[in-house]
């Protein structure tokens, strides 16, 4: 993998850069539509490419070990191939996952120990077997194995839980460096900033990481309920740490606005499930703001959904016609807004690439984040 | 509208022709994709053009009424704008869906008053109120408003209902030919023959028909539980009686035995739910047969779902990666599986055709019916 930084806005910490894998060149920032268990929800991959311009997408590791299973995806010739996606995949390691498994997972210095959320099976995920799996799977970039401590959690549980962190962080890198690709092509490691909402700790993560030289890094453990402001705090005071010729990850995050806060901090890369999960409730983001399609407001909008986003659902289908499809549970009102939403967050990263070239990213940011938030 | 013969097979009654509407030229024998409620399920209308090849798509008035309601398709333009579908539509009575509703409707001279399966709302379709709305939905071709009797059904009650529907029938020529395009093109009617299994009565229904001298004739009260020779015994019966210069419509089925074996008999149009409905339990139609994807045995195969089918999701997606995605209960599977099965369907039409132009039709369909039935 080479990560390009190819120019910094003036005006933010936002970047502009390329990151080359080897299934295809990112442009950055980017967003990556989440496919949680092989398949983005309700988009075909064909729609991934031409209508949403997907560049890269995620895979979840927790869900694609139980489902379809190493085994599967191995014979398969790997994710890539299962699914028919011939773009870069990028997985999570499956710790957040197995985190959220409250009540039926035990975590060790040795690893984590979960039942399956499918069939109640036992299941350990260590460091070492989480770079194994998220190999198998064929994955172009793999994340290390953290625990992501919940929020509000207390100095010391967060400063134990990042020490711990640490150490997996060296178990998976020993792993991952003494192992090679799986399928002939070259996979690469980011590590994870962890340290909850404790500035030190961040500081502490963060130069860990910086000093370990991989080729990207990642910043987790924000968006689980913390304060925004203390998320883009977080988020500036790591990005300020680490290596200016990596691309930064930050994990989980978000919303059109915290997506383009954050690329004002100097974040390269994102992931959210909120762009396809609002779609299937209805849901819409546009470049005028937000739209809930359950609303009756709609019944008589014979306009389409967003002409100035373009792409083909967007600009043909109407408004009533997709409010119609919501109130009459058809499958293709989540079809279409989950495509749309997609082509929303492609074109956001777009335009922002745009206007850091030009740069005008800060000003159009400022206009924006008021701009797509509000209630249409 | 107009009907074009274009040939006749030599060694079955099957034919070839071509219906020309207002919405472009259908070739048949054709199947029709059925659009419910605006919509064929869990597929874009792209993908209807594009992918499936459908000429033509049915819309249902019953649903349609109710959903999203005359008000927002008139002012919409029609169903073709409202749904962005610039093909051609045929639109059913509501008459079928009506008498479903059993417990909550009652048949009388008048018309049929029933509630709503939405809000329990009450309302009464009649002939001539039927021939409004289908003429608002903005339908290429209108369906008669008939009574379906149910099977078994005894002859006092089937003769009975059928003096009704030929009464209503009158109403609804009436109606119509005093009417007009309701979005400035031409729609046509399809009277409907009844009769139960009655040899007779479906003889006198066919004659009674045939000599209105309609644009195209419907054959209807088939498939709905009667054993399958009786189906075809009926079929046979009433194609020899309809007019040769008009085209024939046999509603509701089926499978692509039932298909193959009516356009052996002169049907030249067909309409099934199966296709779709099938398709999201995870039944896939192929040219080799039946397969269902809910199986085990799919779970290791990488082969595409139906090579011989053509078209790009039967051979993109392997029969591993779609028994997956049934497995994980992820809406891609329906998805995939809808536009397969319609694509199947569609193809068992155009190779019916090319056959009845080859000469080759009876061998290849004796040959098929026999094929496509098996399961995999």
Redesign the interface.
């Known amino acids: 993998m080479k990560f390009t930084l190819v120019g910094t806005d003036l005006h933010s910490k936002a970047r502009l850069g390329q990151v080359e894998t080897a299934h295809g060149t990112i442009e950055t920032p980017i967003f990556m539509p989440v496919g949680t268990?092989?398949?983005v929800?309700?988009?075909?991959?064909?729609e991934l490419q031409t209508d949403i311009d997907a560049q890269i997408i995620l895979g979840n590791t927790y869900h694609l070990f139980l489902?379809?299973g190493l085994p599967?995806l191995e014979?398969?010739g790997g994710l890539h191939r299962?699914?028919?996606w011939n773009g870069p995949i990028l997985t999570d390691s499956g710790g957040y996952q197995v985190y959220s498994l409250a009540g039926t997972r035990k975590i060790k210095e040795e690893g984590v120990t979960f039942r399956s959320h499918i069939d109640g099976s036992k299941h350990t995920f260590t460091p070492e077997g989480v770079m194994d799996i998220q190999r198998s799977i064929g994955a172009d970039i793999i994340m290390a194995f953290d625990e992501c401590p919940p929020y509000p959690c207390d100095f010391r549980y967060a400063r134990e839980s990042l020490d711990m962190t640490h150490r997996w962080l060296k178990r998976c890198c020993d792993r991952f460096d003494t192992t090679s690709g799986r399928y002939g092509y070259e996979q690469t490691l980011f590590p994870i900033v962890q340290g909850g909402v404790y500035p030190e700790l961040r500081r502490h993560s963060a130069e860990t990481i910086a000093a370990l030289g991989r080729e990207g890094n990642a910043i987790g453990g924000l968006s689980v309920g913390e304060p925004t402001e203390q998320m883009y705090e977080m988020t500036e005071l790591v990005c300020d740490i680490l290596p200016t010729d990596k691309p930064r990850y930050l994990m989980g995050v978000g919303t059109p606005a915290n997506i383009l806060e954050a690329i004002a901090l100097g974040v390269d890369m994102f992931d959210c499930v909120m762009p396809t999960r609002n779609a299937r409730n209805g849901m819409l983001f546009t470049t005028q703001g937000i739209m809930n399609m359950r609303n009756e407001k709609w019944?008589?909008d014979?306009t389409p959904l967003d002409e100035g986003l373009g792409g083909?659902?967007s600009t043909?289908?109407?408004r009533?016609?997709v409010r119609?499809?919501f109130?009459?549970k058809?499958?293709?009102g989540?079809?279409?807004a989950s495509i749309h939403n997609l082509t929303f967050y492609l074109w956001l990263v777009r335009e922002a690439r745009r206007h850091i070239q030009e740069g005008t990213f800060l000003a159009w940011k400022n206009q924006m984040v008021e701009q797509l938030m509000r209630r249409l």
Request: proline share 5%; no cysteine.
């Open positions: 268990v092989g398949t929800k309700a988009v075909q991959q064909r489902r379809p599967i014979k398969a299962f699914m028919n019944k008589n014979f083909h659902v043909t289908y109407s009533a016609y119609h499809l109130a009459s058809e499958m293709l989540p079809q279409i």
